[in-house]
């Protein structure tokens, strides 16, 4: 049987093209169900508080750094989505005293805005390296701060970037989950070309490595929403992305849901995919269901439910 076409953009392949009873499945998941869908390689939490959520994912930046030194360099890939653990970072590594240079730590930015076939300076107002400067990078005490040449954003020379996960240990990637259930900028496929009545298997979709991306119809719409007052007209339509190939290099990826970056539906079909190991790459997410360390965050009062609620 053809697969559906979308509903969101039917140009495009995005988790409304998966079987129905797929679908349906993620939608009775209740919170304990959700807890349960915990196996080997693939963990869920849950946080009670804000407080506790962002605290915790603070001190993944704080676990990689303090394992680094300059014999074995070590760091922390990290998202803008969520950002309210940034500040919360530079306040733990000031107060702890953490001397980030002595520690040769290392940070990698998930990805970048690209306009006209050149990613975006710091100059432009959604610059994500600029996000992770301002909220986090220039708070930390200057004595104290990572050497700019250890901060390695995807800009510029992309196969630089890509070789740096090759020299220095990542020890975790973060992410969170857009609505598009993507992380990073790893966003679904056009439904083009020799995509078009299939989209690329799970195999050909992780060998994509750091590279310039078209993004879903969706993906520009939520960051609209959410960093640009709903302006469109001002969110770049292409991005340079950390692909699955760097992912898979990473010895731990950390997925957080606060509750805000996509739906109660979406929160409980990426799990439920990688739980089953349904990878597919019209859902991007799910692909990591062949990830050996999977941890999955959730802030409990964001789960929200999937039910029919008129408004």
């Given at each position: 049987?053809?697969?559906?076409?979308?509903?969101?953009?039917?140009?495009?392949?995005?988790?409304?093209?998966?079987?129905?009873?797929?679908?349906a499945?993620a939608?009775?998941i209740?919170?304990?169900?959700?807890?349960?869908?915990?196996?080997?390689g693939?963990?869920?939490?849950?946080?009670?508080?804000?407080?506790?959520?962002?605290?915790?994912?603070?001190?993944?930046?704080?676990?990689?750094w303090?394992?680094?030194t300059?014999?074995?360099p070590?760091g922390?890939?990290?998202?803008?989505?969520?950002?309210?653990?940034?500040?919360?970072?530079?306040?733990?590594?000031?107060?702890?005293?953490i001397?980030?240079?002595?520690?040769?730590?290392?940070?990698?930015?998930?990805?970048?805005?690209?306009?006209?076939g050149?990613?975006?300076d710091?100059?432009?107002?959604l610059?994500?390296a600029?996000?992770d400067?301002?909220?986090?990078?220039?708070r930390?005490?200057?004595?104290?701060?990572?050497?700019?040449?250890n901060?390695?954003?995807?800009?510029?020379?992309?196969?630089?970037?890509?070789?740096?996960?090759?020299?220095?240990?990542c020890v975790?990637?973060?992410?969170?989950?857009?609505?598009?259930?993507?992380?990073?900028?790893?966003?679904?496929?056009?439904?083009?070309?020799?995509?078009?009545?299939?989209?690329?298997?799970?195999?050909?979709?992780?060998?994509?490595?750091?590279?310039?991306?078209?993004?879903?119809?969706?993906?520009?719409?939520?960051n609209?929403?959410?960093?640009?007052?709903?302006?469109?007209?001002?969110?770049?339509?292409?991005?340079?992305?950390?692909?699955?190939?760097?992912?898979w290099?990473?010895?731990?990826?950390?997925?957080?849901?606060?509750?805000h970056?996509?739906?109660?539906?979406?929160?409980?079909?990426?799990?439920?995919?990688?739980?089953k190991?349904l990878?597919?790459?019209s859902v991007?997410?799910?692909?990591l269901?062949?990830h050996?360390?999977?941890?999955?965050?959730?802030?409990?009062?964001?789960?929200?439910?999937v039910?029919?609620?008129m408004?």
């Amino acid at each position: 049987m053809p697969r559906p076409i979308s509903k969101l953009a039917p140009t495009w392949w995005d988790y409304t093209t998966l079987e129905p009873d797929l679908l349906a499945d993620a939608a009775r998941i209740d919170e304990k169900k959700l807890k349960g869908l915990s196996r080997p390689g693939f963990t869920i939490h849950f946080y009670d508080t804000v407080q506790e959520f962002y605290a915790a994912e603070a001190l993944e930046y704080i676990d990689a750094w303090r394992q680094s030194t300059p014999d074995n360099p070590a760091g922390i890939c990290g998202p803008i989505g969520p950002t309210e653990q940034l500040p919360v970072v530079a306040r733990m590594v000031n107060a702890l005293g953490i001397n980030l240079k002595k520690h040769d730590a290392h940070f990698w930015g998930m990805d970048e805005w690209v306009i006209d076939g050149k990613t975006v300076d710091t100059k432009h107002p959604l610059s994500f390296a600029k996000a992770d400067k301002d909220l986090c990078f220039d708070r930390i005490e200057r004595s104290l701060r990572i050497p700019e040449k250890n901060l390695h954003f995807p800009g510029g020379d992309l196969d630089a970037y890509s070789k740096s996960y090759d020299a220095i240990r990542c020890v975790v990637m973060q992410g969170g989950q857009g609505e598009i259930k993507h992380w990073a900028f790893n966003d679904p496929l056009p439904r083009t070309g020799k995509y078009k009545d299939a989209p690329p298997t799970p195999a050909e979709y992780r060998k994509l490595g750091t590279r310039f991306v078209k993004l879903h119809p969706v993906t520009i719409t939520q960051n609209a929403r959410t960093s640009g007052g709903g302006n469109v007209a001002l969110v770049p339509t292409e991005a340079a992305t950390v692909g699955p190939r760097e992912t898979w290099k990473a010895e731990k990826v950390s997925i957080w849901h606060p509750g805000h970056h996509d739906n109660p539906f979406g929160l409980r079909l990426s799990a439920l995919m990688i739980s089953k190991r349904l990878a597919d790459s019209s859902v991007p997410m799910s692909l990591l269901a062949d990830h050996p360390n999977v941890h999955f965050h959730y802030l409990r009062s964001g789960i929200g439910t999937v039910a029919v609620e008129m408004h």
